[in-house]
């Protein structure tokens, strides 16, 4: 990657070091799966109660954008 853009010593540590650090976490994601299942099982939880956040402010949202539409409308009658 990197030490084939920029062809010195210190470019080629570094992509050694970055691929290293790759193979690091990937070791420990394998090794700590009950880990990873806790994350997981946090984040649908998290999600879940997010959802209404979202749901909340998606209704702002099209809220806004209902009454920019009326207010350009043409007015008929008085």
Same mark, same amino acid.
């Given at each position: 990657m990197l030490s084939g853009i920029l062809n010195s010593e210190v470019a080629i540590h570094v992509n050694i070091a970055i691929m290293r650090t790759f193979v690091m976490i990937?070791? *420990?994601?394998l090794e700590h799966k009950e880990f990873n299942e806790k994350l997981l099982e946090r984040e649908a939880n998290y999600d879940k109660k997010f959802s209404d956040v979202y749901e909340?402010?998606? *209704?702002?949202?099209k809220k806004d954008e209902k009454e920019t539409t009326q207010k350009e409308?043409?007015?008929t009658g008085y």
């Open positions: 990937w070791k *420990y994601a909340a402010l998606n *209704y702002l949202i409308r043409k007015q």
